[in-house]
């Protein structure tokens, strides 16, 4: 994109070749009476003058520069040597991912009344005990 422009009317940015292609065009909007031409995306009424806009420039040059250094025709200008096979991937394929953890076997389902043994009671619990001192007549059970 070269001198890109922005429409002030609806935001659209267009380059100065396509905008000059609006501007020779003999499509027109009309609005409130008047003669304007339009948005080629959003079909707005161009009402007033496209400024240039140096951010989207500014974007446009330094993806342009990293693409032109990223390439391997620019590369080898840097270094002679170079030749395009040395860009081209050798890395081996990556291994498969082992397993985090791998279990051969379902694992042991324990019981827990075998696991832990039951102790013997110091002395048997009467209802007047087992019940809080707050409740004033106790369940039948």
Do not use: H
């Given at each position: 994109m070269s001198q890109p422009h922005t429409l002030r009317d609806c935001g659209h940015f267009f380059c100065l070749a396509?905008?000059?292609?609006v501007w020779t065009s003999k499509i027109r909007v009309q609005v409130d009476g008047r003669s304007y031409r339009s948005c080629p995306l959003c079909c707005a009424a161009i009402k007033c003058i496209p400024v240039?806009?140096?951010?989207?420039?500014?974007?446009?040059?330094n993806l342009r520069e990293a693409l032109d250094l990223a390439s391997p025709d620019s590369m080898t200008l840097l270094n002679p040597k170079w030749s395009e096979g040395?860009?081209?991937?050798t890395l081996p394929l990556p291994r498969p991912l082992p397993r985090q953890f791998p279990r051969p076997y379902p694992p042991p389902v324990i019981a827990l009344d075998y696991?832990?043994?039951r102790l013997p009671t110091p002395f048997p619990l009467s209802p007047e005990l087992a019940w809080c001192?707050?409740?004033?007549?106790?369940?039948?059970?």
């Open positions: 396509c905008l000059n292609g240039i806009s140096y951010t989207i420039q500014q974007n446009v040059d040395d860009f081209k991937q696991a832990i043994p001192s707050f409740l004033t007549s106790f369940p039948d059970s």
